[in-house]
Structures are given as structure tokens and as C-alpha cells.
Nanobody, 124 residues
Framework: VQLQASGGGLVQAGGSLRLSCAAS????????LGWFRQAPGKEREFVAG????????SYADSVKGRFDISRENAKNTVYLQMNSLKPEDTAVYYC??????????????????WGQGTLVTVSS
């Protein structure tokens, strides 16, 4: 599966952005989709993930209550709605796919397919 992320940009603290990730292939629903981020000088970290059906979601503690992951299998697209953004959310955001519809892993080593990143910058 090939992944293409978009939607990054510059936003002020407290603002919102929605990231999208479009996938190729006809078996989109057979994959867990995840969002990861990597800030300068830091390790890539899990942000959110969603099961193949969309019924199970998982979030990093740092974004719970502020970010929402969703997917539209008919459009082969996964979204990350980011609200109440903070400067510490500044990072390159990546979408990734895990070759099973569930469970939703948090380890980046589980994800075998990655899109290019999209930069999110939150100004204070």
C-alpha cells in the first residue's frame, strides 16, 4: 500500500488543523492506519491509530482529548483532526499502515508502510 499525507501547515497555538492520508490499493480496510510524528532531534513517536473497520482507536496520552483519528474506507483515506494545538505539537507528521485490521499497535516497528511526512508548525 502506498500512502500520501497532506494538510500540514503553520497555525497559532490553540488553533486546529486536519491532516489527511490517502492510500492506494483495494484492501484499505485490511490495514490499521496510524499517525506518528517526529520533532527535530527526537525519536518518531506514536500519535494515534485506528483499526481497519474504524471501531477501535488509540491515542498517545499527550494528544488525548485534543486529536481525533477517523477513516473513510470508501475513499481510502484516514484523517487526523488536531485541535487545541500547542507549540510542542510541532513536528513532521507521518501516516503509516500495519498489515492487519487489528489490533492497533503503538510501536513504529510494527508498521511496514509509510507515507512521506507533512510538516505541522505551531507558533506560540
Amino acid at each position: 500500500v502506498q500512502l500520501q499525507a497532506s494538510g500540514g501547515g503553520l497555525v497559532q497555538a490553540g488553533g486546529s488543523l486536519r491532516l489527511s492520508c490517502a492510500a492506494s490499493g483495494r484492501t484499505f480496510g485490511n490495514y490499521v492506519l496510524g499517525w506518528f510524528r517526529q520533532a527535530p532531534g527526537k525519536e518518531r513517536e506514536f500519535v494515534a491509530g485506528i483499526s481497519g473497520s474504524g471501531g477501535i482507536t488509540s491515542y498517545a496520552d499527550s494528544v488525548k482529548g485534543r486529536f481525533d483519528i477517523s477513516r473513510e474506507n470508501a475513499k481510502n483515506t484516514v484523517y487526523l483532526q488536531m485541535n487545541s494545538l500547542k507549540p510542542e505539537d510541532t513536528a513532521v507528521y507521518y501516516c503509516a499502515a500495519f498489515s492487519s485490521p487489528y489490533p492497533v499497535p503503538k510501536a513504529k516497528s510494527e508498521y511496514g508502510f509509510w507515507g512521506q511526512g507533512t510538516l505541522v508548525t505551531v507558533s506560540s
